[in-house]
């Protein structure tokens, strides 16, 4: 039931079972979802079509395991610009996009301008990178905490 203080854009309680449903789950069938959020198929169907055409849902996307693509390691790498003018945050941002082990990057305010998330495989943890301060070869984790103030999760 639709209530008559609420903005029509707005989405309701049921189009919020919806949207956490098919957070969970982006390939369920109309039916599937239907009986999840217990509505009938065709006012489900409906809903979906106007929170897709509202923009509500973007997408469909596959959620991707990065351990069993041998990317088991996550790292967060704070990254300080020297110049802040929007060429170069653009030119920075485009660069990141290129490079296919980075996953996610923010923009923040802050000590730091950008949060990156990177993805590496396990050989590569143990691989041997250049030491700015020493010039001797040194795990990346070893890098990551001295260059980038870097944290690494599992």
């Known amino acids: 039931m639709i209530s008559r203080n609420r903005r029509s854009d707005e989405p309701d309680a049921t189009d919020l079972r919806i949207l956490s449903a098919l957070q969970e789950d982006g390939r369920l069938t109309v039916q599937a979802l239907a009986e999840k ?20 849902i973007e997408k469909y996307v596959a959620v991707l395991d990065q351990k ?5 390691n996550v790292v967060f790498v704070e990254i300080t610009l020297d110049k802040h003018d929007d060429k170069i ?10 490079i296919p082990e980075v996953v996610e990057a923010y923009l923040v305010t802050g000590e730091y301008d950008y949060l990156v998330k990177v993805v590496v495989s396990a050989s590569c943890a143990r691989c041997s990178t250049a030491s700015p301060a020493s010039g001797r070869r040194a795990r990346p984790s070893a890098c990551a905490r001295s260059s980038a103030r870097s944290r690494s999760t599992r």
């Open 68 to 72: 069993a693509l041998g990317f088991g």
């Open 89 to 98: 945050l653009d030119h920075f941002g485009e660069a990141l996009t290129r």
């Open 37 to 56: 959020v217990g509505l009938s198929p065709s006012p489900c169907w409906t809903r979906v079509k106007r929170l897709e055409e509202s923009g509500a």
